[in-house]
């Protein structure tokens, strides 16, 4: 299920980035040249960080930055950057995060199937760990198909 919205051209790995912002920004890439988000999106994802904080790091290592639908996601749609040196985003209990998997739909039932497997994925700690490791667009690839 996930290889539908995780393949080569959504699938970046970096060695660091500079703070949390270039992470999102780098992240949204895929996303915003396939058309399925646009820039207010990941403005929206920044200013609900600035005011709630990093509310969508879900585990150590690991952020699923999103928005609302209505905040420029045109489509359904999933972006994973690995970096190899994680990166602050202001979470006391994730930080560093390693794992930026960028989430967008364009409406608040779509994309269920796309979220349980993602949790799936997410709850498997072998499987994570393995992504925690991984280093190639192709390690991730296989990890990313088994969900």
């Not at 980035?17 to 780098?26: G, I, M, S």
């Not at 960028?102 to 608040?108: E, H, N, Q, S, Y």
Request: aromatic share 6%; charged share 20%; glycine share 6%.
């Amino acid at each position: 299920m996930l290889e539908r919205w995780i393949y080569d051209a959504t699938i970046q790995c970096r060695e660091s980035v500079e703070n949390w912002q270039q992470a999102l920004d780098l992240c949204a890439v895929p996303l915003l040249e396939a058309g399925v988000i646009t820039p207010e999106y990941v403005t929206a994802i920044v200013r609900q960080h600035q005011q709630l904080g990093p509310y969508y790091v879900l585990a150590p290592g690991l952020a699923m930055p999103h928005a609302r639908p209505e905040d420029g996601a045109k489509g359904i749609g999933l972006s994973l950057l690995k970096l190899r040196d994680g990166v602050a985003f202001g979470s006391e209990e994730g930080d560093p995060v390693d794992v930026i998997i960028m989430l967008a739909a364009p409406d608040k039932h779509g994309h269920i199937d796309t979220i349980a497997a993602l949790a799936k994925l997410f709850v498997s700690e072998n499987d994570m760990a393995e992504l925690h490791q991984a280093t190639t667009v192709q390690e991730i690839k296989e990890i990313i198909q088994r969900f």
